[in-house]
């Protein structure tokens, strides 16, 4: 009888950074060109404030976001230190 042995997973690609900045370069006009009027569909008013959107965002719809954010975000002091994460006593 003979044995398959498992075949091994595709090798990613790796790139320089600089490869990806020239690609991104590249593609960035012609996705302004085809969507000219895109935009985010999450509001927010600071790069933080655009993650912890999109954080929530893939939990329910961008709608429901709008609709709870200005509460939590009038909530946070925007021009003071956000709060440092606890490290839990095993990384420390």
């Known amino acids: 009888m003979r044995t398959v042995s498992?075949?091994?997973?595709?090798?990613?690609k790796t790139r320089d950074v600089g490869e990806l900045k020239r690609r991104a370069r590249k593609i960035l006009p012609i996705?302004?060109?085809l969507y000219p009027d895109a935009r985010a569909m999450l509001d927010f008013q600071s790069p933080l404030q655009l993650l912890v959107a999109t954080i929530l965002a893939?939990?329910?719809?961008?709608?429901?976001?709008?609709?709870?954010t200005p509460a939590l975000f009038a909530a946070i002091r925007p021009s003071g230190p956000w709060p440092r994460p606890i490290r839990p006593r095993w990384r420390r």
């Not at 498992?6 to 990613?12: E, I």
């Not at 893939?58 to 709870?68: F, G, H, K, L, S």
């Open 6 to 12: 498992p075949k091994k997973p595709a090798r990613a």
């Open 31 to 33: 996705l302004e060109k």
């Open 58 to 68: 893939a939990q329910c719809t961008d709608e429901r976001v709008n609709q709870v």
